[in-house]
């Protein structure tokens, strides 16, 4: 077996065809271990761990922070045999962020060719303990022909004068020599230091000023052109989609334009670009219908507060979106041809008998979908420490790419932001999903009286060539009717 060892950017078998590396956790001759997270990448999906599947010392990252790789290509280098002597080198990688030597190369084996009996070299690795080895250095920065005119240009803009010419900017500072020791790498996020790296910035010689010591924008521009009124420049996030969000996350800043400049530009990628595909391809696939309902729950938000102090409840988080989401399975119990897919390949419709339930949720990285597997068979205290921990685990950004598969049905609350409801576009292969407006106070006639009551309106959207108008109706119907009167989640269960 050859010394040197590839592993490849791998697939989980979801369609992936690429992914952005974010953040490496070795470097050059740090000492790895089987299992040993080594690097975060981002997919289509979410943000996902890789562990290196052996032993050895790493000897060559092949990408960068901040690159998009194909699933596929070789992104590490391991030396699984360290100590046994002088060895040539491998070949390096193309495109490489640390150009290994040019010196002849030995054979090298990749982690495809030879994986360790029962393992599969795949997209996991969350609960393995984190690595202690420090991040490899920064790869040398742009060279000045590349960094010159790119900060003329960015001076130029800043000016708000195109034409105009403008200061040269600081020659880049020397590359570090590979296999030296670094010092405390300077904290910045990917896009900031791709920027720095097109400016020809040496991050190590820019003065942070964001929070915790992090290098901005702002920073990296002030370095390239030093300017008395240099505008602050926030970091560019995708903006929350306002229509599908859980009540228990809070979506991104939008990103604020350079002072003068009349347009910005954010790139479309990740989780935002998968899922502008995925809503444009149910859009315009499955047709939709949308109905609405609005329905006194003040009897529901009662039982929540009495909830939280019963003792079967302890620890865990009761809210509105609890008692929703067991009056929807409820619901689906008594209409259980709402829960289906439909097959066009196959020109068949699949009934479903579980109900993996999504919450769509707002996160840093765009909306995600994560779903409870087996949702209709979990009590009232299961079914809430599962809502308590898909949010906390989509808040962190650590949300499988196998949480957000095999959905069924929906639920996405819009109410957060204080409006009455929307016309939320399915999930893609589901059937329906409900959107939960805001819950306020109303006049409403109970009992022959105008009274103040907690008033919420629903609405339903679902694939017309599945749930026709009588069925989407009599589910929606069953959703309300638990909701004003709880107590038929123990007479209809």
């Known amino acids: 077996m050859s010394r040197y060892r590839e592993f490849k950017l791998p697939d989980v078998g979801e369609g992936l065809t690429e992914a952005e590396i974010l953040k490496w956790y070795v470097r050059p001759g740090d000492t790895v271990t089987d299992g040993q997270v080594v690097c975060e990448v981002e997919t289509a999906k979410a943000a996902v761990e890789l562990p290196i599947p052996y032993d050895g010392v790493v000897h060559e990252l092949a990408f960068e922070e901040g690159a998009t790789v194909d699933v596929g290509t070789p992104i590490i280098t391991v030396d699984v045999q360290p100590g046994s002597g002088p060895a040539e080198e491998p070949p390096a990688q193309a495109p490489a962020a640390v150009p290994a030597p040019a010196a002849p190369a030995a054979p090298v084996e990749s982690a495809d060719d030879e994986a360790p009996k029962g393992r599969q070299p795949v997209l996991v690795g969350y609960g393995v303990a984190e690595s202690s080895t420090k991040r490899r250095p920064r790869k040398a920065a742009a060279s000045a022909a590349t960094a010159a005119p790119a900060a003329a240009a960015l001076q130029a803009e800043l000016n708000g004068h195109a034409g105009a010419p403008a200061p040269a900017a600081p020659a880049p500072a020397p590359a570090a020599a590979l296999g030296t020791v670094p010092g405390p790498r300077p904290l910045a996020k990917p896009p900031v230091r791709k920027l720095a790296k097109d400016l020809g910035i040496d991050l190590a010689a820019v003065t942070p000023t964001g929070p915790d010591g992090i290098i901005t924008r702002d920073d990296v521009h002030a370095a390239a052109a030093p300017a008395p009124a240099a505008p602050a420049v926030p970091t560019p996030a995708a903006p929350a989609e306002a229509g599908d969000v859980s009540r228990e996350t809070s979506p991104a800043p939008a990103a604020q334009p350079v002072a003068g400049a009349r347009e910005t530009r954010v790139p479309i990628k990740g989780v935002r670009k998968a899922t502008a595909a995925a809503m444009v391809g149910s859009a315009f696939t ?164 105008v009274k103040p009551r907690q008033v919420t309106t629903l609405a339903l959207s679902f694939d017309h060539r599945l749930v026709d108008g009588e069925l989407g109706s009599k589910f929606l119907a069953d959703v309300a009717a638990v909701l004003e009167q709880p107590k038929r989640l123990i007479t209809w269960a």
Do not use: C
Request: hydrophobic share 45%; charged share 20%.
């Open 286 to 449: 499955a047709p939709h219908v949308t109905e609405f309902v609005t329905v006194d729950v003040t009897r529901t938000m009662k039982l929540v507060d009495e909830l939280k102090s019963d003792p079967d409840m302890a620890g865990l988080r009761v809210n509105p979106l609890l008692l929703i989401a067991k009056a929807l399975l409820v619901a689906v119990r008594r209409n259980p041809a709402i829960n289906a897919a439909w097959d066009e390949a196959a020109q068949e419709i699949v009934l479903k008998h579980y109900v993996n339930l999504g919450i769509a949720a707002a996160t840093p990285r765009g909306l995600i979908v994560p779903n409870i597997k087996d949702a209709d068979a979990k009590t009232l205290p299961e079914l809430a420490g599962a809502l308590g921990e898909l949010v906390a685990t989509a808040r962190e950004g650590r949300t499988t790419p196998a949480a957000m598969q095999g959905g069924t049905l929906t639920i996405t609350n819009v109410g957060v932001f204080g409006v009455d409801t929307g016309t939320p576009i399915l999930n893609p292969g589901e059937s329906a999903i409900l959107a939960i407006g805001s819950i306020k106070l109303q006049p409403w006639v109970h009992k022959g009286k």
